[in-house]
């Protein structure tokens, strides 16, 4: 096949239909998901402390310019300095089935004590709106996720999200979040036995106790402030938990406790509980996982 060598586009691109003895032919869907990272953008300054996002966004030739759904995604680190580029590859996984996906640094306990984090990552969220052009989102359409310590974020801020708590706005853009999951999230920081292999639980040395600045056991209820459990009864979007059954840094009775009050409120809260898994790792990133996950934002972005 011989063509004129000249400015083609993709519609005036001749396509190539010599048969090839030997050769395999795949044909497209139009469905087919690209997708590229942006690294290290900055969503917030706060303290002299830039903040930044890992960006993940998605491309289909069914929709080239097409808004998709976006996921915000806190990093856990047992709210300390987070590696934020840990995650990238996992998240990917949700970018692929569609959606803009990002994760989250916010300020660590090192640097600014409870409720930074909270503030940081619904100024995150904030942030993805306001560049919804430049990242294709689709503002009506956001779910805040994370894991262990970002577990417990994402909880707090979905569950907070329609009320003026731990907040301190960066822009005017509602936050419409539509769902929330909370992967082994550090969801109660006064439970006795809800951190397994944290020989100084609640101490001011402990992570729980340097998130809030003080002892815990000496001021349990200032603690209930950090704790998902106190915002049960407030307006929020329906919930996913997921808990490995042998983990040893969150006990999973934490998961169970906040799902088991969620639920007893009448509202929207899904529990999986992965059996023999452990802190993270592999078995919440599986394809099954990411199918329930997928499953669970397509059913609340209906």
């Given at each position: 096949m011989k063509i004129e060598v000249k400015e083609y586009t993709?519609?005036?691109?001749?396509?190539?239909?010599?048969?090839?003895?030997?050769?395999?032919?795949?044909k497209l869907s139009g469905k087919e998901m690209h997708t590229a990272y942006i690294p290290d953008v900055v969503y917030d300054r706060k303290d002299g402390t830039d903040l930044h996002l890992q960006i993940v966004t998605p491309k289909c030739p069914d929709s080239p310019d097409g808004r998709f759904p976006c996921v915000v995604y806190v990093q856990g680190s047992a709210w300390k300095e987070q590696d934020v580029h840990s995650n990238v590859a996992n998240i990917g996984l949700l970018a692929r089935k569609g959606y803009v996906t990002s994760i989250v640094q916010y300020r660590h306990s090192g640097i600014a004590k409870f409720p930074a984090q909270i503030i940081d990552a619904k100024n995150a969220i904030r942030f993805m709106i306001e560049h919804k052009d430049e990242y294709g989102v689709d503002e009506n359409n956001i779910i805040i996720a994370g894991n262990s310590s970002g577990g417990h974020t994402s909880?707090?801020?979905?569950?907070?999200?329609?009320?003026?708590?731990?907040?301190?706005?960066?822009?005017?853009?509602?936050?419409?979040?539509?769902?929330?999951?909370?992967?082994?999230?550090?969801?109660?920081?006064?439970?006795?036995?809800?951190?397994?292999?944290?020989?100084?639980?609640?101490k001011p040395d402990s992570p729980e106790g340097m998130l809030m600045g003080f002892d815990i056991s000496e001021n349990p209820e200032a603690a209930k402030a950090a704790c998902a459990k106190t915002y049960a009864g407030l307006d929020y979007a329906p919930m996913l938990i997921v808990h490995g059954t042998k983990d040893k840094t969150v006990f999973a009775q934490e998961s169970v406790d906040l799902y088991n009050e969620i639920k007893a409120r009448g509202k929207d809260v899904q529990l999986y509980l992965i059996r023999g898994a452990d802190h993270g790792g592999a078995p919440f990133w599986s394809d099954e996982m990411i199918e329930i996950y997928h499953n669970f934002i397509q059913k609340c972005i209906k």
């Open positions: 993709y519609e005036t691109m001749p396509d190539y239909t010599d048969e090839v003895e030997g050769a395999k032919e795949i909880a707090m801020v979905g569950m907070t999200a329609k009320t003026d708590l731990f907040d301190e706005p960066i822009n005017s853009q509602p936050l419409n979040i539509k769902g929330i999951i909370d992967l082994y999230g550090a969801v109660d920081i006064t439970m006795d036995c809800g951190f397994p292999t944290t020989l100084n639980h609640g």
